[in-house]
């Protein structure tokens, strides 16, 4: 059973940063694409940042700049460094692991909430 574990989430000021890891119990970690989504009350799931296995990296428009997504293939590890947080960036975070055609794996969320 795949699991992935997702950690580091949390409450932070505006402007302040966090980092968010996501451990995979995937066999094969390398070959997976890996992203990072986000949801925020009232609001559908949507794409924050993927890394593909060639370590092409995509993020959404509204995060460009602030966040960077990486990888550590021995450690089976993704990671979100998210700088300049915004209260817009409050939201449950999750990882996913995704080969096509069959494989889509996601984590369970952690909450991150920007505030003052």
């Known amino acids: 059973q795949v699991q992935l574990v997702e950690s580091g989430g949390g409450l932070v000021q505006p402007g302040g940063s966090l980092r968010l890891s996501c451990a995979a119990s995937?066999?094969?970690?390398?070959?997976?694409?890996m992203g990072w989504y986000r949801q925020a009350p009232g609001k559908q799931r949507e794409l924050v940042a993927r890394?593909?296995?060639?370590?092409?990296?995509n993020y959404a428009d509204s995060v460009k700049g602030r966040f960077t997504i990486s990888r550590d293939n021995a450690k089976k590890t993704v990671y979100l460094q998210m700088n300049n947080l915004k209260p817009e960036d409050t939201a449950v975070y999750y990882c996913?692991?995704?080969?096509?055609?069959?494989?889509?794996?996601w984590g369970q969320g952690t909450q991150v909430t920007v505030s003052s």
């Open positions: 996913n692991a995704n080969l096509p055609p069959s494989y889509d794996y």
């Open positions: 995937v066999s094969i970690f390398s070959i997976y694409a």
């Open positions: 890394i593909t296995s060639g370590n092409r990296s």
